[in-house]
C-alpha cells in the first residue's frame, strides 16, 4: 500500500480481539471494537531492517495498520487502544467502502518511560481513493520519514514555518486552537450582552485576542 517499498511488506491479518480481551477494556470499548470494525490488517512494517533508513531512538518502527470499517464513523478510543497495546509509532489507514482515511497520532515520550509513548492528538486526511491519498515515504531517518507523515496527514494545520521543528508545529496549533476558542467564548457574551459598555469591553478584549492569533 501507498507504493512502500516491497521489503516493508508484512500482510498480516490481526484478531481485533488481541485489542480488548483483558480487564481494563470498558463494555463500551469492546463494543466499539465490534461494531465499528469488520477486520485489521498489519500491511507494513517500516524500519532500519526493512528499508533503507537511519535508525533513530525515538522512532525504531512504523507500522502501517489497514482496519476495514462496518461504518465510516471509528471511535478516536479505538485507536488510542491500539496505540497503547502496540509499542511502535502506527500509520492507520481506514477504509470505508473502497474510500480511504489516514490518521496518524503525534506521538511523545512518557514521562514515566523512556520506550513507552502517548498520543497527544490525532490528524486525519478525508475520505478519498487510496492512490490520493498525501503520504509518501520521504526522509532519510525513521524520525524524518514520521515527522513527514504526521505533516503531510495534517496538511495546513501543521505547516512548516521557518524551519519549526513537528513538536514547536503542534505546540503553535494548540495555541491557536486555545486562542480561537477564548475569541468564540467571547462572541457568544457578546451576543447575549444588553450592556452596550460591557459589550464594548468584551468587543475590545475579542480584538486583542486576534491580533494575538495573528502572532501565534
Do not use: C
Not at 112 to 135: G, H
Not at 164 to 189: F, M
Amino acid at each position: 500500500m501507498l507504493n512502500l517499498p516491497n521489503a516493508t511488506e508484512f500482510n498480516r491479518r490481526i484478531p481485533k480481539q488481541k485489542f480488548y480481551d483483558n480487564l481494563s477494556v470498558t463494555p463500551a470499548l469492546k463494543k466499539a471494537f465490534t461494531d465499528q470494525i469488520k477486520v485489521i490488517y498489519w500491511r507494513n512494517k517500516i524500519a532500519p531492517t526493512t528499508v533503507n533508513l537511519a535508525a533513530s531512538d525515538s522512532v525504531t518502527e512504523i507500522e502501517v495498520f489497514e482496519i476495514r470499517l462496518n461504518t465510516p464513523d471509528l471511535d478516536e478510543s479505538i485507536l488510542r487502544q491500539i496505540d497503547r497495546e502496540i509499542p511502535y509509532h502506527i500509520l492507520f489507514l481506514l477504509e470505508y467502502s473502497g474510500q480511504y482515511r489516514a490518521v496518524i497520532g503525534y506521538k511523545e515520550a512518557s514521562t514515566s518511560s523512556k520506550t513507552a509513548f502517548k498520543v497527544d492528538r490525532y490528524y486525519s486526511t478525508d475520505w478519498m481513493d487510496e492512490d490520493s491519498l498525501p503520504v509518501h515515504l520521504e526522509g532519510l531517518s525513521m524520525d524524518a520519514v514520521y515527522e513527514n507523515f504526521v505533516r503531510q496527514i495534517a496538511g495546513e494545520t501543521l505547516a512548516e514555518e521557518n524551519g519549526n521543528t513537528l513538536k514547536e508545529s503542534v505546540e503553535q496549533q494548540k495555541q491557536r486552537e486555545q486562542i480561537e476558542k477564548q475569541i468564540a467564548a467571547l462572541e457568544a457574551k457578546i451576543r447575549k450582552e444588553k450592556q452596550p459598555k460591557k459589550k464594548f469591553e468584551l468587543y475590545q478584549a475579542v480584538e486583542i485576542l486576534k491580533e494575538r492569533l495573528k502572532n501565534v
